[in-house]
């Protein structure tokens, strides 16, 4: 017996619908969802282990960087007409009202950083493409399953030039703001 196969078509949609889908409450309050590349991607709940190092990044990070620089847990961030992920951190240039008038977008970025546990696969590849193809100057992906922190750094096309594997014993200095160093023992 043959079966007949038909053409799937994805509906991809926009920053546009997506917006007024989320004005719309079409989705569950507690939905974890991601619009990557057009595509609406439902992301793994965040379990505790996920949390906390996202807790230890924050707390670290408040107390080193600089007054003006804004700290940003799990929130949108803009990437062109198709994509808005939420990264779990990123340090933002200093912009007067907080972002309060737009979310933002990959020029704004000094660092971001993906915590993955259940997720290190996508975070590798699919949001690495991601990142690197919106030109993130710095990725940083803590990898929990590895105990490690893999920085990207360097981004061309859709990949970075330099990728560094930092463990415990290890410290890392950021691109964009050389004066902060961190102990990589202070984040795994």
Not at 1 to 27: C, P, S, Y
Not at 55 to 65: A, E, T, V
Not at 73 to 81: A, F, I, K
Not at 84 to 112: G, I, Q, T
Request: net charge negative; aromatic share 6%; glycine share 4%.
């Amino acid at each position: 017996m043959a079966i007949a196969t038909t053409n799937v078509r994805k509906h991809l949609t926009d920053i546009k619908e997506w917006q007024k889908l989320g004005e719309a409450n079409i989705f569950p309050p507690d939905s974890r969802l991601e619009l990557i590349e057009g595509e609406i991607l439902e992301m793994a709940p965040i379990g505790f282990n996920h949390s906390g190092h996202l807790n230890r990044i924050n707390k670290l990070f408040s107390r080193l960087m600089p007054d003006d620089v804004i700290p940003s847990v799990q929130n949108p961030l803009q990437l062109g007409d198709l994509s808005e992920p939420e990264p779990d951190f990123m340090l933002l240039k200093p912009n007067d009202d907080f972002y309060c008038s737009r979310h933002p977008n990959a020029a704004d970025v000094l660092l971001l950083i993906e915590v993955a546990d259940s997720s290190p696969s996508f975070d590798q590849n699919q949001k690495l493409r991601l990142y690197a193809s919106h030109n993130i100057l710095e990725y940083w992906l803590m990898n929990l399953n590895d105990a490690c922190l893999e920085v990207y750094r360097q981004p061309h096309g859709d990949c970075y030039g330099e990728k560094t594997t930092l463990r415990v014993g290890n410290t890392v200095t950021l691109s964009q703001l050389e004066q902060i160093a961190i102990d990589i023992a202070d984040i795994l």
